[in-house]
């Protein structure tokens, strides 16, 4: 038996509460995880995981040894990072996974400068709107704008999105243009429906002016769970939308859409990167971060003072 597999495979099936996806990650046969912890088990003489056909559950005995097991492992990757090659270029594959918009327009145009630093970074970068299960799909970090909703995990605060309301000049040309927010409730106006990924309904917003807060529901006729798919369908005038200005920026110097009531505003919405709470923050994770960071700071720096943004634009 190898003792460094037997370790890390033990690790990964609790993380991943599954032999299955376990092994998936690991790129092994379900097989050889199996025999890894078998032995593992045998050789402390100790019950780690009880297993069952539905569900694989740790033990008290396992949980103590899970929490030993986790900083070695730490401890050995830090040894080899420790080198000053290593640390001087951090190495190996990360797995993050992005909205689909800020991959698009700010992140992707960016990796060049990324890799230029750091050349020995892989990078598999998931492009999506779905809530990512961290450590089932053995993902290193996500990018997340909105309420974080699982205490669980932990967070860096890299930026704040500036929101405005804006409609495509086909839209306006069809229904008007409506000068109070209160227009988009049971008129004939529409909004771009944006779907909740945790609820899979479109939720209100909460606008602000100097006079009133008002909560904006608004009726649609299509509705997306996709950042650049809701963009889209504001752009072929299918609706109102709510965009963060990065989005908005170069539609609006075209004249592709239009800012609609000026006065009015949201709280602007912070983004995180999130990343699992017992995963070592590799020297590689950790330059991931700072260059986001740095980036974030650059597009959607943080004001002085801010609050929460509504958790429905939490894809954009």
């Known amino acids: 038996m190898d003792r460094f597999d037997a370790l890390q495979a033990f690790a990964r099936v609790v993380e991943a509460g599954s032999f299955t996806k376990a092994a998936q990650t690991l790129h092994m046969s379900k097989t050889t995880v199996t025999q890894l912890v078998q032995q593992l088990e045998a050789r402390l ?80 970068m998931g492009v999506s709107d779905r809530m990512v299960d961290l450590i089932g799909d053995n993902v290193d970090c996500v990018l997340r704008g909105g309420n974080l909703t699982d205490s669980s995990l932990m967070a860096r605060r890299v930026g704040e999105l500036q929101l405005g309301v804006y409609a495509a000049p086909s839209y306006l040309e069809r229904a008007t243009t409506p000068l109070h927010p209160r227009e988009l409730q049971d008129t004939h106006h529409r909004i771009v429906g944006l779907l909740s990924t945790r609820t899979g309904k479109v939720a209100p917003v909460t606008m602000r002016s100097d006079a009133e807060d008002i909560d904006v529901q608004g009726r649609y006729v299509v509705a997306v769970d996709d950042g650049n798919a809701y963009l889209a369908a504001g752009l072929a005038g299918m609706g109102i939308l709510w965009l963060p200005q990065y989005m908005a920026k170069a539609h609006l110097a075209r004249g592709d859409l239009v800012p609609l009531f000026d006065g009015w505003r949201f709280d602007p919405m912070p983004m995180y990167v999130v990343f699992p709470p017992n995963r070592h923050v590799s020297a590689k994770l950790r330059v991931f971060i700072d260059w986001v960071d740095e980036l974030m700071a650059r597009h959607a720096p943080m004001a002085a003072t801010s609050t929460q943004a509504s958790a429905v634009l939490d894809h954009l």
């Open 45 to 124: 003489r100790v019950k780690l995981l009880n297993r069952t056909t539905r569900q694989v559950r740790i033990t008290a005995d396992g949980a103590a040894y899970y929490e030993r097991v986790v900083r070695l492992l730490a401890d050995l990757e830090d040894a080899d990072t420790s080198l000053s090659s290593a640390s001087a270029s951090p190495k190996g594959r990360l797995r993050v996974d992005v909205p689909s918009p800020l991959a698009s327009l700010i992140l992707v145009p960016a990796l060049p400068a990324f890799h230029s630093r750091y050349p020995e970074i892989q990078i598999d």
